[in-house]
């Protein structure tokens, strides 16, 4: 006895529910862009709260390892607030978003050098920052901050999590 193959309409809603369940977790996430003045806005929205915020590079290698640990983790730690920031130019936007949904970070508030000098930008978010990556910058909810060059380390992140609550 020959298997009845099911009807076209049946296989048309079965893969319609499949792409509305991933459709979500994998879009890319719209980069916003970080100009000077953009650190203190976020540094209120994310006032009273422990967060990171993430500097990173499309050019960075360490930088790709430290964004796959950030998306693993956040898996783990839900509570993990994160704000992303790409050093790049206005003009990697969209390639930027795809590296971070590669990630599982579509969904990260996330944001891209909105100008061409980096310089004044990094100046912005710290005179002491002279742009090497990736940089972190662990707030407190008392809103002091630590910032931190070179990749993180799944300890770090744990330490940090378990210290702000």
């Known amino acids: 006895m020959k298997a009845r193959r099911p009807a076209a309409p049946v296989l048309a809603s079965t893969a319609a529910l499949a792409l509305a369940w991933i459709l979500p977790s994998t879009a890319l996430a719209e980069q916003m862009p970080f100009d000077v003045g953009d650190l203190a806005k976020i540094e209120r929205r994310h006032g009273g ?8 590079s499309l050019d960075c290698p360490p930088c ?4 796959a640990l950030l998306g693993d983790f956040r898996l783990r730690h839900p509570e993990l607030e994160l704000v992303l920031i790409s050093t790049d130019p206005p003009e990697t936007a969209a390639a930027a978003a795809e ?15 909105a100008a061409q000098n980096a310089e004044r930008l990094r100046h912005a978010i710290d005179p002491e920052w002279f742009g090497e990556l990736p940089r972190t910058y662990f707030y407190a909810a008392d809103g002091t901050r630590h910032g931190v060059s070179g990749a993180l380390s799944e300890e770090m992140l744990r330490e940090w999590l378990e210290a702000g609550r």
Do not use: I, T
Request: net charge negative.
């Open 49 to 56: 709260e422990p967060f990171l915020v993430v500097l990173w």
């Open 99 to 113: 590296v971070l949904a590669g990630h599982g970070l579509a969904n990260a508030e996330s944001y891209g050098f």
């Open 64 to 67: 790709r390892g430290e964004l």
